[in-house]
């Protein structure tokens, strides 16, 4: 059964600070999802990771993909008020002949940055 | 309108009443998916249907009822829920491809909060 682990669950942080969520999952798998939630509200697609060694980055945030150690990390750089969200991954369950059965999410990080 | 849409966006029901979520998406796609999102669990698959089949029923009980007439619709009907079904209901679409390089970005609507008293 595939397993989804984020950690940490809660985070607070400064403005201006750097921090890394980390996101371990348990079988094999090389595609990835980080979504974010605002509170009230759906979920955003924020990164789609389908490689080892995928990174991607959009403003402060950077997301990166280690299949060998089935880890992905989303790094926020000098945090702003505006990234205070919950954070999720998500990970693929692969059939064996390809697709996607479905994905598997993590209970999600809530982050908030404080002034 | 664009993207996926759920309505009612707010529903307070009975224990006793039967009510219908509503769920359309606008990108196209070829699958869709009922989540259930609850302060204390993470998000649940609910049902998943695939070319207008159900190809995933996580166990669901038979209080909810999905219903797929396209590929386009997905409902959710609901009838004696208890207090404990209280939550954030999610859809979400994507393509889903069946070859190795396919993957399932999925793309959420923004929900219809359920209370049942």
């Known amino acids: 059964e595939l397993k989804v682990e984020q950690n940490p669950l809660f985070l607070s942080m400064q403005e201006g600070k750097n921090y890394t969520i980390y996101c371990n999952y348990s079988t094999t798998s090389d595609r990835l999802y980080w979504y974010r939630q605002d509170p009230g509200k759906s979920l955003e697609s924020l990164f789609v990771l389908l490689s080892n060694g995928a990174v991607k980055q959009e403003g402060r945030l950077m997301a990166s993909l280690d299949t060998k150690a089935r880890l992905s990390t989303l790094h926020i750089t000098a945090a702003v008020h505006d990234l205070s969200a919950t954070y999720f991954c998500?990970?693929?369950?692969?059939?064996?002949?390809?697709?996607?059965?479905?994905?598997?999410f993590g209970k999600g990080t809530k982050l908030t940055v404080n002034p | 309108e664009t993207g996926v849409t759920q309505t009612p966006r707010h529903l307070v029901m009975g224990m006793t009443n039967k009510k219908s979520l509503k769920c359309e998406q606008h990108?196209?796609?070829?699958?869709m998916y009922w989540y259930k999102q609850s302060a204390k669990k993470p998000l649940e698959l609910m049902f998943v249907?695939?070319?207008?089949?159900?190809?995933e029923n996580n166990s669901v009980p038979s209080r909810f009822s999905p219903e797929c007439p396209n590929s386009s619709h997905l409902f959710l009907h609901l009838h004696t829920l208890q207090p404990e079904d209280s939550a954030l209901y999610l859809c979400?679409?994507?393509?889903?491809?069946?070859?190795?390089?396919?993957?399932?970005?999925?793309?959420f609507g923004p929900g219809t909060r359920l209370t049942v008293l």
């Open positions: 990108l196209g796609h070829n699958a």
């Open positions: 249907y695939n070319f207008k089949e159900q190809t």
């Open positions: 979400a679409s994507s393509q889903e491809g069946t070859g190795s390089g396919a993957y399932n970005e999925q793309f």
């Open positions: 998500a990970v693929d369950k692969p059939f064996r002949s390809g697709g996607s059965e479905k994905l598997v």
